[in-house]
């Protein structure tokens, strides 16, 4: 790692960059994972008493105003060249945690569907410019050599700390946690905004190192936003994304389930998946640095395939027993694996030039817009009385479809490339 | 699951199977406390404690691999047990056969057995020297198989040697994450009967694959020996590793630990190798 190697060349000031990166993401991550995910529906189900159907009509609302307002954003980081400048990076991600810092303050007292539909406005405006702010911090203080065990680490431990906290969820408790925690942020950003350090300084110029800021997927030849080599990504994360949530919502709630998942009441269960979250993670940076990506997804694909068809079997011939903790195992190896490529992917299909442009529309389409959008799907199915049995079997096809899509595509790909003459691999 | 249930899991299934049973209808508890009072189809009890309550019935056969089955009702079928405990209770009933192959069982004079056998076996406590004589078979077998392959193919076991020296962390990775998914998915296999074979000779490439992998390091042991004669070394290599894992096996846990880390560090650097054929270099990063 690089990292070892600034520690033993007492070069701090890197060092500084990966803690700022790590502390940056995690707590964003866990945010995304509880306030938004787990709190969106929470408040629009029980606390303001509105439909299923009718929060899925918000989320998708949500998905889609975060996408737009991530791709805008991070468009115009590209064009005035905001994505390079650390200082100007800051001062948004100030702007994007003191509204999301009011947001959540203010989340206890919604109780209206008026203001829950203007208190989602407000949160995909800062979700959506948050992506491309956050994720572009890779450019400027992970070098790529890092990226994939950094990415691990964010991963595993935001996973680590959601699956431990809250135990139970009560939005009243937890947006004062937060509160708490997020003023400190708020307040050294807010510093970092206005005044000039010598340490923020060397870092602002880290992206113009040759092991900082072009990703590794852009050597040598950057790789075009119209282009297969950016879209295929997109699309195979769309179809992770899409898979996890439309199959984990419907699975935690169900009461079978529950004792199993995150939402278990048994400290040592979340535990067990508070742990295999981080060993996931770890095991998804290895891969992701020594090999090519396309066999994380395939693993990913595989992983999600079984563990649906875990789910289906137990379903079928459980005979409403609690399930063996192998299932959720397989659940949880899946997320890791795919969270940490999330991470590393976007950054690494980028240069500096093209960071905010590419990390919006990665995390916004295959990350927001799939989760939201499944989400609702999930909801839905669940409004109509979808059984649980078919539901997951209609899962499990998609995932089975993704893992077959794969290598068809990849061999397609090469085919059209042959046809166009090119000989390399 | 207890991964010592493993062989025992696929042997009942394998019986299932010759019996004519429905697989739809057998149900394996693998874990936890559960009272029986309807079931169809065979059982099998895994790791959990499963009580059938007094007048209570449940239709057998019922197979006990583990964990400890109580019966104070009536099973209406055979009750086979290979392992575990069976505890049949003052006025409990067996319709069918209790056949008896291994494990420990307490039978109430007032319970009712319509038919009962034991498949006897030699001693349980066998002598130091009936105990190691599987290890030392297993050792020398393959030390003459190490011998003969770094002989005759030697860049084979470099490749892998090479892969697991230095790549350790990848091959750990790669080794851990295939056997716990493959692992998985064979006895999921096992469960649909018509894939029976397929896991069955999965689990025993897996075993070919691990026993590549310890020759492997062995050869890498070896190599420390600085001898013209490889195939001696390798042989040698391959019993200080089994010697090496029987050792660590005594300590607990951490000993555990390690000889698996070893183990699975071998496989994965056999399986990135594709068996030695090619050298295994990950992706080129920049410094």
């Not at chain 1, 954003?73 to 200082?87: A, E, P």
Request: aromatic letters at 12%; a negative charge.
């Amino acid at each position: 790692m690089k990292l070892f190697e600034f520690a033993r060349e007492r070069q701090w000031v890197p060092i500084t960059g990966y803690l700022i990166y790590v502390s940056a993401l995690t707590a964003g991550y866990y945010y995304n994972l509880t306030f938004v995910q787990l709190g969106l529906t929470d408040l629009g189900t029980q606390k303001i008493g509105m439909p299923p159907g009718d929060v899925s009509i918000v989320m998708a609302i949500l998905a889609l105003l975060t996408l737009v307002a991530a791709v805008a954003s991070g468009v115009l980081m590209d064009r005035r060249g905001w994505s390079t400048d650390l200082y100007v990076k800051f001062r948004l991600l100030f702007l994007v945690i003191f509204v999301q810092l009011l947001l959540t303050i203010a989340a206890p007292h919604v109780s209206t569907i008026e203001q829950f539909v203007l208190w989602v406005i407000v949160c995909s405006m800062a979700l959506g410019v948050g992506i491309p702010v956050s994720f572009s911090f890779m450019l400027d203080f992970v070098p790529v050599r890092d990226r994939g065990y950094v990415a691990a680490i964010v991963a595993g431990l935001s996973f680590f700390v959601a699956a431990l906290y809250p135990i139970e969820w009560r939005i009243d408790e937890f947006s004062l946690v937060m509160s708490a925690m997020m003023v400190p942020a708020v307040f050294v950003l807010a510093v970092l905004s206005v005044k000039r350090f010598r340490f923020v300084d060397s870092l602002a110029s880290q992206h113009k190192r040759d092991t900082f800021g072009t990703g590794r997927f852009c050597r040598p030849i950057p790789v075009r936003t119209v282009s297969f080599a950016f879209w295929g990504p997109i699309l195979l994360m769309f179809g992770v994304f899409f898979i996890d949530s439309l199959g984990f919502l419907r699975i935690i709630e169900t009461p079978q389930y529950i004792y199993t998942s995150w939402q278990s009441p048994d400290l040592s269960v979340r535990l067990f998946i508070a742990v295999l979250h981080v060993i996931g993670a770890l095991a998804a940076g290895v891969i992701y640095t020594n090999f090519d990506r396309n066999w994380l997804f395939f693993w990913v694909f595989g992983l999600f395939a079984f563990t649906h068809l875990l789910y289906v079997f137990h379903i079928q011939f459980g005979a409403g027993d609690t399930p063996p903790l192998v299932l959720p195992m397989f659940y949880v190896l899946a997320v890791s694996f795919y969270t940490t490529l999330n991470f590393a992917l976007w950054p690494d299909l980028s240069t500096p030039e093209t960071i905010g442009t590419h990390t919006a529309l990665g995390v916004g389409i295959a990350g927001w817009l799939a989760t939201f959008l499944s989400t609702s799907l999930a909801l839905y199915s669940e409004g109509v009385g979808l059984s649980l049995l078919n539901h997951l079997t209609y899962v499990n096809a998609l995932a089975l479809l993704f893992v077959v899509a794969l290598p068809v595509l990849l061999y397609v790909h090469r085919m059209v490339e042959l046809a166009r003459g090119g000989t390399t691999p | 699951m207890n991964l010592e249930l493993i062989p025992l899991l696929i042997i009942v299934l394998l019986m299932i199977s010759a019996g004519g049973a429905d697989v739809e209808t057998t149900e394996f508890v693998i874990e936890g406390d559960h009272e029986i009072t309807e079931h169809r189809g065979a059982l099998i009890v895994g790791d959990a404690t499963v009580t059938v309550p007094a007048d209570e019935a449940v239709s057998g056969p019922v197979y006990v691999i583990g964990g400890e089955f109580r019966i104070h009702g009536t099973v209406e079928g055979d009750v086979t047990q290979l392992s575990g405990s069976l505890v049949v209770e003052d006025g409990a009933t067996i319709d069918g056969e209790l056949q008896h192959i291994g494990g420990s069982e307490e039978l109430s004079t007032e319970a009712t057995i319509m038919e009962q056998t034991t498949v006897a076996f030699e001693s349980s406590e066998p002598s130091p020297i009936a105990a190691y004589t599987p290890i030392v078979l297993t050792t020398l077998i393959l030390a003459v198989v190490g011998a003969l392959l770094s002989r005759k193919h030697e860049p084979l076991l470099d490749n892998v040697g090479a892969a697991a020296k230095d790549h350790p962390l990848i091959s750990l990775t790669v080794g851990a994450l295939l056997s716990v998914t493959f692992l998985s998915v064979f006895v999921f296999m096992a469960f649909t009967l018509i894939l029976l074979p397929v896991s069955i000779l999965g689990l025993l490439v897996g075993l070919l694959i691990i026993a590549y992998g310890i020759i492997a390091l062995g050869y890498l042991a070896g190599q420390q020996l600085n001898t013209p004669r490889v195939g001696l070394a390798t042989g040698l290599g391959v019993v200080v590793v089994m010697v090496l894992l029987q050792v660590t096996g005594v300590i607990p846990i951490l000993g555990d630990l390690i000889a698996g880390g070893l183990l699975l560090t071998g496989l994965g650097a056999v399986v990135l190798t594709y068996f030695g054929l090619q050298e295994f270099e990950p992706v080129s990063l920049p410094e």
